[in-house]
Antibody
C-alpha cells in the first residue's frame, strides 16, 4: 500500500525556520512529481510547491517564493519543504501530495503536519 | 479568491442526493483541462474521489459521480450517508504556471 508519512511541524516564532519531511514507501518514489499543499485555519487547500521526479523543475507559489525551498532525496524516498522567514499567515496544516503520473491530480497524500507561527 | 468557485455548504438527509458545483473563473482554465475531486475529513489526509472529471479510483463507491461541462464541473453524491459528511474540493490545472494546481474553496457537506 502506498504510504506518505510526514514529519516535522510544530510551533515557531515569526521569522524562524522549520523543515517538513515526507517519506514515501511501497512505490517507485523517483518516478513521481511531489507537491506541497497547505490548509490555513478556516480556509481551503492551497498549492504551494511542486518538484519533478529528479528535481529538475521546482516551482513555488507566489505566497512562499523566496522563503520556502522544496527538495527531494530519491535515495531516501523523501521530499522536503524548508520554510524560512515564517509568518503568522503561514500557520496551517501542510500536506505532501503525490501527483499521478502523466496526469494533473494528486493520487496520494500525507497525513499532514501542523505548523503554527506565533510569538 | 479561488480560481475555482464552489458553494460553501450543501446539506441533505440520509439517502438524498446532493450536487456540488465547481465553476472556473480564469481564462487559463481551457476546455481541455480536467477537474478532480477530493474528500477531506479534518485531521486526516485528503482522499482522491474523482479524477479526470468522471473517473473513480478503486475503492470509491459508485454513489460518487462527476461530470464536466466547459470550464465547470459537478460532483454528485447519491444516497447520502452519514460518513459522507466532510469537506469536498475540486481541483484543476491553470496554465499560468505561477500556481498551476488550483483548488476550489471547498464545500462542507452536512448530513441532516
Amino acid at each position: 500500500e502506498v504510504q506518505l508519512v510526514q514529519s516535522g511541524g510544530g510551533l515557531v516564532r515569526p521569522g524562524e525556520s522549520l523543515r517538513l519531511s515526507c517519506a514515501g514507501s511501497d512505490f517507485t518514489f523517483s518516478a513521481y512529481t511531489f507537491n506541497w499543499v497547505r490548509q490555513v485555519p478556516g480556509g481551503g487547500l492551497e498549492w504551494i510547491s511542486s518538484i519533478t521526479s529528479f528535481g529538475k523543475m521546482i516551482i513555488h507559489a507566489d505566497s512562499v517564493r523566496g522563503r520556502f525551498t522544496t527538495s527531494r532525496d530519491n535515495a531516501e524516498a523523501s521530499v522536503y519543504l524548508q520554510m524560512t522567514s515564517l509568518r503568522a499567515d503561514d500557520t496551517g496544516v501542510y500536506f505532501c501530495a503525490r501527483k499521478a503520473i502523466s496526469s494533473r491530480y494528486f493520487d496520494s497524500w500525507g497525513q499532514g503536519a501542523l505548523v503554527t507561527v506565533s510569538s | 479568491q479561488s480560481v475555482l468557485t464552489q458553494p460553501p455548504s450543501v446539506s441533505g438527509a440520509p439517502g438524498q442526493r446532493v450536487t456540488i458545483s465547481c465553476t472556473g473563473s480564469s481564462s487559463n482554465l481551457g476546455p481541455n483541462y480536467d477537474f478532480h475531486w477530493y474528500q477531506h475529513l479534518p485531521g486526516t489526509a485528503p482522499k482522491l474521489l474523482i479524477y479526470a472529471n468522471s473517473n473513480r479510483p478503486s475503492g470509491v463507491p459508485d454513489r460518487f459521480s462527476g461530470s464536466k461541462s466547459g470550464t465547470s464541473a459537478s460532483l454528485v453524491i447519491a444516497g447520502l450517508q452519514t460518513d459522507d459528511e466532510a469537506d469536498y474540493y475540486c481541483q484543476s490545472f491553470d496554465s499560468s504556471l505561477s500556481a498551476p494546481y488550483v483548488f476550489g474553496g471547498g464545500t462542507k457537506v452536512t448530513v441532516l
